[in-house]
């Protein structure tokens, strides 16, 4: 026997539980996650509509009390349905709760009270009504003289706008509606996003020769029964958006929609004010920084079918468009396309399981690709398109590297190198503009002791407080703040003091050096607000400053045309986190910073300032050659086992007591490898994770490496059935991560 786990009907009930029912013989060939069925709820036993989450050769209680599936709801799938079982997926890839995977594809699960305007139209003729205007015409009635005129004139009004502005009160409108001279009607007003200054262009979209060729290879694949994803490696500056513009325009005239995913929330403004100028309102976006009325709106409006491109971040994903042609993943190097909650999906992975079960197709596109994509790229899984020419064929920037340990010995204690303010100076006098680059924000550096070492860390987290302005100490991980001590609260020294490397540094260093220059900064502490990223990249594209200061979003997909010198302030920061991924993070991060120079007219530059110029990620970076990284970083990953030369999961952790902790991933591990004996399965730990209590939460991982995803996703089926049966793991909150 079989039993299903149904949702029943979403717009009807929260998504908090599933109801399970008997799955009739002669239709377990047609259910499975995803379905649309008809099943008998509530007391009365109506028929209503539900989903089938999932399917269990096990009755969850007495079986005498389980409702029986009465049908299939057949050509009924709608895009819920098809959420529903991508969730599904989601759920046996990463490993998760039904529930978690449902509400990460079906966002707007709480209601959201649509927003209304009142309309108040003619229904009387115009003889009948001309009359009644004559009857009061010059009376003591001059608010109903002044609203049956306009109404007259235009056919309708709006309620507010005729009280605003015709000074119509309740009583005005009552008068009128009694005698049934006008009619009044509630209509629905979407919240849309400000588009405010973006303009539609009707030309035609321009391509060059081998962003043509890139389009006619991308098409010439969607012919096949089954196409492969599109990786586009294209140099910065190559025009790859013209190349999505150009896939999306294909799509469009097939009457079907197009998501656009974007890794950072920065990049929206100009994402989409440049995919506004080419489709106009066909396009919306998604964004943290949208109302939850904002947000719900947009996905009623993708649903319906009244937008055709959707512009947003890893959530955007899951726009619900009932005719899904394209996913567009730009950057899809980009770490922010992981998912930090449950399930712990890749939007890469997703967005082809979702394209696989849509028949639609996905491209990918980055000047830096993830060793993951450009590795299945190379063994002919996705297809690999070229751009490796800037577009107008401008030449890419000229990079130097400067070695900041001998800027040290010349006494140059500057954030800023000689060669780089030398740089700077040139491209001031020349009327043009300076991005610096620093992979980190504020005075958000380390206080230590210079003579006992002590770092001065949070008695909450295992992480080190960060100085801010007037000397605050915070912690970036629960909130917690002090006051900067002025001795050392373990040997007393009075030599303690902050490691002072942040945007604020580089800033009042601009202001000593270069006095006369306009300086914008963009990073956490100036992007709170719900415009401020439009704001400042608006002032900067218009000129309004010289120098745009700022962290990791103001390197990734900006064009600035005047931009001549990109100054990277610490480039090997990066390589010091604890993460396999270290040197490729570096490398694209290098790679995209100095891509951000020389993209008009005139010739750029760009000054990498490192304490380790021999590094091979830097060279790589200097030269924008990728092939060369590749090549080394793959040697690394083969030596070590790491993605994609094997596969890796995460068993992560969390619990108040940090005993209890230890001792539950203790007897994970140990059941691991008993049920994986004699297989090539690489268990690493437990230990404490890289950030070991959060918020008084104590934190372990275990690390599991194999050849063969599949067993990796096997043994996690296995320790979650474990865990499910031994009551000891109550209190322990247990994640798994992939790659």
Not at 148 to 160: H, I, M, N, P
Not at 699 to 715: N, S, W
Request: glycine share 8%; charged share 25%.
């Amino acid at each position: 026997m079989i039993y299903a786990d149904v949702i029943i009907d979403i717009s009807h009930e929260k998504l908090d539980r599933s109801f399970q029912y008997r799955v009739p013989e002669e239709l377990e060939g047609e259910i499975r996650p995803g379905v649309v069925v008809n099943v008998p709820f509530g007391k009365g036993n109506q028929l209503r509509k539900g989903y089938v989450t999932g399917l269990s050769g096990e009755a969850a209680f007495e079986k005498n009390r389980i409702k029986e599936i009465r049908g299939v709801s057949t050509g009924e799938e709608t895009t819920e349905s098809r959420l529903i079982a991508l969730a599904a997926w989601m759920r046996d890839k990463y490993g998760s709760t039904m529930i978690q995977a449902l509400k990460t594809v079906l966002p707007v699960k709480d209601k959201v009270r649509s927003r209304e305007k009142r309309i108040l139209r003619l229904s009387a003729s115009e003889e009948t009504a001309g009359a009644l205007l004559q009857e009061i015409a010059g009376s003591r009635y001059k608010a109903r003289e002044r609203f049956l005129r306009a109404l007259l004139e235009r056919g309708s009004l709006d309620y507010t706008q005729a009280v605003r502005e015709l000074g119509a009160s309740a009583s005005v409108v009552d008068f009128f509606l009694e005698k049934g001279i006008i009619t009044a009607e509630n209509q629905e007003v979407f919240r849309i996003p400000k588009t405010s200054g973006f303009m539609q262009d009707e030309r035609e979209i321009s391509l060059n020769s081998q962003q043509q060729e890139a389009v006619q290879q991308i098409v010439e694949e969607w012919k096949n029964p089954d196409p492969r994803p599109a990786l586009l490696f294209g140099v910065t500056g190559s025009g790859k958006t013209q190349v999505y513009m150009k896939l999306i325009e294909t799509v469009i005239r097939e009457e079907k929609q197009a998501i656009v995913l974007i890794p950072e929330i920065a990049l929206t403004y100009q994402t989409v004010r440049r995919f506004y100028a080419c489709f106009g309102d066909k396009v919306s976006v998604l964004n943290s920084r949208l109302s939850q009325g904002e947000r719900y709106d947009q996905f009623r409006r993708a649903k319906r079918g009244e937008i055709q491109v959707m512009v947003g971040p890893r959530s955007a994903l899951f726009t619900p468009f009932p005719k899904l042609g394209l996913i567009v993943i730009d950057e899809e190097h980009e770490p922010t396309y992981k998912s930090e909650n449950s399930p712990r999906y890749h939007a890469r992975e997703t967005a082809i399981q979702r394209a696989l079960m849509e028949n639609a197709r996905v491209v990918m596109g980055s000047a830096t690709p993830s060793i993951e994509a450009y590795s299945r790229a190379c063994d002919g899984k996705y297809q690999l398109v070229r751009l490796e020419a800037r577009y107008g064929e401008r030449p890419l920037p000229e990079v130097s590297i400067v070695d900041l340990r001998e800027e040290l010995k010349r006494g140059n204690r500057s954030v800023l190198s000689g060669h780089l303010q030398e740089e700077m100076e040139k491209a001031f006098n020349q009327g043009s503009q300076v991005m610096l680059f620093l992979n980190r924000r504020g005075y958000a550096g380390f206080v230590s002791c210079r003579s006992c070492g002590q770092v001065l860390k949070c008695p909450h987290c295992d992480v080190s407080l960060s100085e801010h302005n007037g000397g605050k100490l915070i912690c970036h991980y629960c909130g917690y703040e002090t006051w900067k001590p002025e001795i050392c609260p373990v040997c007393g020294s009075p030599h303690i003091g902050g490691f002072k490397a942040g945007t604020q540094q580089v800033e009042k260093a601009l202001g000593r050096i270069f006095p006369k220059a306009r300086v914008l900064r963009m990073d956490y502490d100036t992007t709170r607000t719900k415009d401020s990223y439009e704001k400042i990249l608006a002032s900067f594209a218009a000129h309004e400053a010289d120098v745009l200061v700022g962290t990791q979003m103001i390197v990734k997909g900006h064009d600035f045309p005047d931009v001549t010198v990109v100054g990277v302030i610490a480039a090997d920061l990066s390589l010091n986190m604890d993460d396999y991924r270290c040197a490729e993070r570096t490398f694209q991060l290098l790679t995209q910073a100095v891509g951000r120079s020389g993209r008009g007219t005139k010739t750029g530059c760009a000054v990498i300032q490192t304490y380790q110029p021999e590094h091979y990620s830097i060279q790589a970076a200097a030269g924008q050659d990728y092939d060369a990284f590749y090549k080394e970083e793959m040697g690394y990953r083969l030596l070590m086992d790491y993605p994609p030369a094997s596969h890796m999961m995460t068993v992560l952790g969390a619990c108040e007591d940090q005993e209890l902790l230890h001792k539950g991933m203790y007897y994970i591990e140990a059941y691991i490898r008993r049920v994986s004996p004699g297989e090539e399965l690489h268990v690493i730990g437990p230990a404490a994770a890289s950030v070991g209590k959060v918020k008084d939460i104590y934190r372990e991982v275990l690390y599991l490496k194999h050849m063969d995803a599949g067993t990796l996703i096997t043994v996690r089926e296995k320790v979650e059935k474990y865990i499910e049966i031994n009551s000891g793991f109550r209190k322990i909150y247990i994640q798994f991560d992939f790659n």
